[in-house]
């Protein structure tokens, strides 16, 4: 139980303030426990962000599981693809900014995250690599690997959110309707800019 209470609190800590800005009598306080009890979990504040940073670099690489639906025509898998990815992020911008500094910032993370997202994502490449093949031979779009295609999907959902998470655009009209159309009309955007890539 105070295992749990002192992630939580730290996860909030280290998200917000970053591996520097964070402090662990803070995660402490925040948690409700004796900094030594912290102490006696985890030793270092170091192992504590490890922990952290690892289960949420685990959350990305999951978010690509079950993600699209082989039976569907291929220019829908894609728009799929895009879709579902595109909602994970937006809906995780402070998730994916804490994880995008700290790999900037620490070679270390770097690794662990090309390692995790690497061995999870490979049977997505596969299966991804058998339908660009079939549409590839009916000439419906050009010769473009899988690796390529992630690429292109992930920087453009990724550069989205990074966007609206600096420019804090999201939030500022005191509308929801209309921070919700503006984000309907990105993820449009988007399938159609990677779609338009494709074409033969």
Not at 23 to 34: L, M, N, R, Y
Not at 56 to 70: L, M, Q, R, T
Not at 117 to 132: A, D, G, P, Q, Y
Not at 158 to 182: H, Y
Request: aromatic fraction near 12%; hydrophobic fraction near 40%; avoid cysteine.
């Amino acid at each position: 139980m105070n295992e749990q209470l002192i992630l939580k609190a730290a996860e909030e800590e280290f998200i917000s303030k970053g591996y520097s800005g964070a402090k662990t009598t803070v995660i402490a306080q925040k948690a409700g426990v004796t900094h030594a009890m912290l102490h006696y979990y985890y030793r270092t504040k170091e192992n504590l962000f490890k922990k952290v940073f690892q289960e949420k670099v685990y959350i990305i690489a999951n978010s690509f599981e079950g993600i699209f639906d082989e039976n569907l025509p291929f220019e829908e898998i894609v728009k799929a693809f895009v879709e579902k990815h595109f909602d994970f992020v937006m809906n995780n911008r402070g998730l994916v900014s804490f994880v995008y500094n700290e790999v900037r910032s620490n070679k270390e993370n770097s690794q662990l995250l090309r390692e995790i997202l690497l061995s999870k994502m490979l049977h997505v490449f596969n299966r991804f690599e058998t339908i660009i093949d079939r549409e590839v031979a009916k000439g419906t779009i050009r010769a473009i690997k899988p690796m390529e295609l992630f690429m292109n999907i992930i920087t453009l959902n990724l550069s989205t959110s990074l966007f609206f998470s600096i420019s804090g655009i999201v939030g500022t009209f005191n509308d929801p309707e209309q921070d919700e159309d503006l984000l309907k009309r990105k993820r449009e955007d988007n399938v159609r800019l990677v779609l338009y890539s494709l074409r033969a």
